[in-house]
T-cell receptor, first 109, second 115 residues
């Protein structure tokens, strides 16, 4: 079956770095997405990886290893506004997104 | 990208009544829109794919007669929850895929509470 696993909750300190891991199993693979979702709001797109390696976009970076079925989202210089849930989603061969349950990131001062 | 709006943002209705949720793509002509449901602390669950000019495609386990979808134009899709029950209370979100990296742009969501 298809499955996305990510930790339920993580805590980090303002100004620090945090890495949110995601492992995936999909029927075929057309890329791995990361979305940010603040409480009570819709998800917003953060990143897309389809090739192995690291994609850097400002304070956020995303990594993919297709052979390991693994991705991570790296957040640097954490700010209080980064407190949110981070959703990992894999796209299968039918171009459908398979969503993880999200990782709630709590930032402490 | 695409700017997507949803209306209403919040709705409370009584059990047995029907509720219509609108999803509008404001700056992108969308032949396809997706409808998701999200229960608290759970992942997004795709309910159906809305297709302009044709019938919606429903995911397994989603009752098509209960969740009526109409994609009337390239900018509007509606989801009607018929005979709503308390277990239908959820966060309903639509999204518009825009090609490219297969990005989906999400509407702000509609919080439905059925009493």
């Amino acid at each position: 079956g298809q499955n996305i696993d990510q930790p339920t909750e993580m805590t980090a300190t303002e100004g620090a770095i945090v890495q949110i891991n995601c492992t995936y199993q999909t029927s075929g693979f057309n890329g791995l997405f990361w979305y940010q979702q603040h409480a009570g709001e819709a998800p917003t797109f953060l990143s897309y990886n389809v090739l192995d390696g690291l994609e850097e976009k400002g304070r956020f970076s995303s990594f993919l290893s297709r052979s390991k079925g693994y991705s991570y989202l790296l957040l640097k210089e954490l700010q209080m506004k980064d407190s949110a849930s981070y959703l990992c989603a894999g796209m299968d061969s039918n171009y459908q997104l398979i969503w993880g349950a999200g990782t709630k990131l709590i930032i402490k001062p | 990208g695409a700017v997507v709006s949803q209306h209403p943002s919040r709705v409370i209705c009584k059990s047995g009544t029907s509720v219509k949720i609108e999803c509008r793509s404001l700056d992108f002509q969308a032949t396809t829109m997706f409808w998701y449901r999200q229960f608290p602390k759970q992942s997004l669950m795709l309910m159906a794919t809305s297709n302009e000019g044709s019938k919606a495609t429903y995911e397994q386990g989603v009752e098509k007669d209960k969740f009526l979808i109409n994609h009337a134009s390239l900018t509007l899709s509606t989801l009607t929850v018929t005979s709503a029950h308390p277990e239908d209370s959820s966060f309903y979100i639509c999204s518009v895929p825009t090609g490219g990296y297969y990005e989906q742009y999400f509407g702000p969501g509609t919080r439905l509470t059925v009493t």
